[in-house]
């Protein structure tokens, strides 16, 4: 049988996929510190007013002695690529909320401009911000290396993975030779929304599993038309491929605190739980990163526990706070509340509750520019219809379980959107047939 430790890679496989209460006032207080200062441990109280509450609450698992935590520009223009606003230029208007809180009409771009986003005075505005949240600009896919670390009590466990992984959408695609031909997707009548496969290269236990997922367009349904995602996993010491499910996504993984929804804060199926806009605010986050993280430094420093980015650029940016509750009555959160950048809709902090209402989980994001070229040259060129690639991407996952101090660390600091060269290549990557592929 698969074992149980190696079914937790299951988490990669999706790494690169294509991640109610009163309204809240964005503060309008000056900062007191400027682009360019760098803030030291005993400086933190500077910190305060521009950060979640309860980040601050459990700040000693993320600040720490020695810390050097640069400022960065204020609300700096990280605006999508130009083809991406062509479309949600093209398409405005069209897309709409079904039944569930579906996505009809969509064709690609951002569904819901945000010129006219209201979150007090539109019930619904949680829902369509989470509809732009998953059809966020990631480029023409994603690729990249990853290590996936286990620590608890600051203390780096021996479980470990390293490998591979890509992300390929197949569908509501923006470069011209797919929207214009035929509505975006890359094969025609194409039913999968994305496939994402990932391989496992280290510990010599666990290398040459690979995995492969298809994510439905069905998925922007009603729950009742909704079809669950597929995976297929090969195991070497089985020598056979075995169909799992991906049905119960909301379990924790084993030996993890994540769960497969979790990364990017959220990567679920949006009809599948009710959101709520709580406000707007003007917060602190990791910006466009400074340091290397692995592939290209395997040690950085992520502090005492192994999960911090205050070592890393921080940046003030508009924040949008959405409240996830499970449609589901068997879900282990009462509730999710994730921080979304208001330009991007990347995520930059969320936090999970117990059925106690105690906070669980609090997840957080490293994430990386693609026009700057000053960590490692040229690592994300733009592509046919993509000039420049314009995108703010994740490039670290980090979840911390603060009732009991464990966490889990995942990077993918080389993680790019450029996609495949050909189709042909494409489908032989999608193809099931791949994982067995010289074995």
């Known amino acids: 049988?698969?074992?149980?430790?190696?079914?937790?890679?299951?988490?990669?496989?999706?790494?690169?996929?294509?991640?109610?209460?009163?309204?809240?006032?964005?503060?309008?207080?000056?900062?007191?510190?400027?682009?360019?200062?760098?803030?030291?441990?005993?400086?933190?109280?500077?910190?305060?007013?521009?950060?979640?509450?309860?980040?601050?609450?459990?700040?000693?698992?993320?600040?720490?002695?020695?810390?050097?935590?640069?400022?960065?520009?204020?609300?700096?223009?990280?605006?999508?690529?130009?083809?991406?606003?062509?479309?949600?230029?093209?398409?405005?208007?069209?897309?709409?909320?079904?039944?569930?809180?579906?996505?009809?009409?969509?064709?690609?771009?951002?569904?819901?401009?945000?010129e006219n986003f209201d979150c007090q005075g539109d019930p619904q505005a949680g829902v369509k911000f989470m509809w732009n949240f998953e059809r966020r600009w990631s480029g023409g896919g994603g690729q990249a290396h990853f290590l996936y670390t286990y620590w608890d009590r600051g203390e780096k466990l021996p479980l470990y993975y390293e490998g591979?992984?890509?992300?390929?959408?197949?569908?509501?695609?923006?470069?011209?030779?797919?929207?214009?031909?035929?509505?975006?997707?890359?094969?025609?009548?194409?039913?999968?929304?994305?496939?994402?496969?990932?391989?496992?290269?280290?510990?010599?236990?666990?290398?040459?599993?690979?995995?492969?997922?298809?994510?439905?367009?069905?998925?922007?349904?009603?729950?009742?038309?909704?079809?669950?995602?597929?995976?297929?996993?090969?195991?070497?010491?089985?020598?056979?491929?075995?169909?799992?499910?991906?049905?119960?996504?909301?379990?924790?993984?084993?030996?993890?605190?994540?769960?497969?929804?979790?990364?990017?804060?959220f990567n679920g199926i949006v009809p599948q739980y009710e959101w709520t806009c709580l406000g707007t605010h003007d917060y602190l986050a990791p910006g466009n990163t400074r340091i290397k993280g692995y592939p290209y430094v395997k040690d950085q420093n992520f502090g005492p526990y192994g999960l911090s980015l205050a070592n890393d650029r921080w940046e003030m940016r508009k924040m949008i706070k959405v409240r996830m509750r499970s449609r589901s009555g068997d879900h282990p959160y009462s509730f999710k509340d994730i921080?979304?950048?208001?330009?991007?809709?990347?995520?930059?902090?969320?936090?999970?509750?117990?059925?106690?209402?105690?906070?669980?989980?609090?997840?957080?994001?490293?994430?990386?520019?693609?026009?700057?070229?000053?960590?490692?040259?040229?690592w994300y060129d733009g592509w046919d219809g993509v000039d420049e690639p314009r995108d703010l991407r994740v490039v670290g996952d980090i979840i911390v379980n603060v009732q009991t101090g464990t966490g889990n660390r995942i990077e993918f600091w080389d993680a790019n959107g450029k996609p495949m060269e050909s189709k042909a290549k494409i489908r032989r990557y999608i193809d099931t047939g791949r994982l067995t592929l010289g074995r």
């Open 1 to 114: 049988m698969l074992r149980t430790e190696q079914l937790s890679f299951v988490l990669v496989c999706a790494l690169l996929a294509l991640p109610a209460g009163a309204q809240e006032d964005a503060t309008t207080v000056v900062p007191p510190f400027k682009q360019g200062d760098v803030i030291h441990f005993g400086q933190l109280d500077q910190l305060k007013p521009y950060l979640p509450e309860e980040f601050w609450a459990n700040r000693d698992f993320f600040f720490f002695e020695g810390m050097q935590l640069e400022i960065g520009p204020s609300h700096f223009d990280y605006a999508p690529a130009a083809v991406f606003q062509r479309a949600t230029t093209k398409f405005k208007g069209q897309p709409r909320l079904g039944p569930d809180g579906s996505l009809e009409n969509y064709t690609a771009g951002t569904p819901f401009p945000m």
């Open 164 to 265: 591979t992984g890509r992300g390929i959408p197949l569908a509501y695609r923006v470069e011209p030779e797919y929207l214009d031909e035929q509505e975006g997707d890359v094969f025609r009548k194409e039913k999968r929304r994305v496939a994402s496969g990932a391989e496992v290269t280290a510990p010599f236990d666990a290398r040459g599993i690979k995995l492969l997922t298809y994510r439905y367009k069905t998925s922007y349904g009603p729950l009742a038309e909704a079809k669950n995602d597929d995976t297929w996993v090969y195991v070497p010491t089985l020598r056979r491929v075995r169909r799992i499910s991906t049905a119960q996504r909301t379990d924790a993984i084993s030996g993890t605190d994540f769960t497969l929804d979790d990364l990017f804060s």
């Open 339 to 378: 921080y979304i950048d208001a330009q991007t809709f990347q995520p930059h902090y969320s936090f999970a509750y117990d059925q106690k209402d105690e906070l669980w989980k609090i997840i957080w994001h490293a994430k990386r520019w693609s026009e700057d070229k000053s960590l490692a040259g040229d």
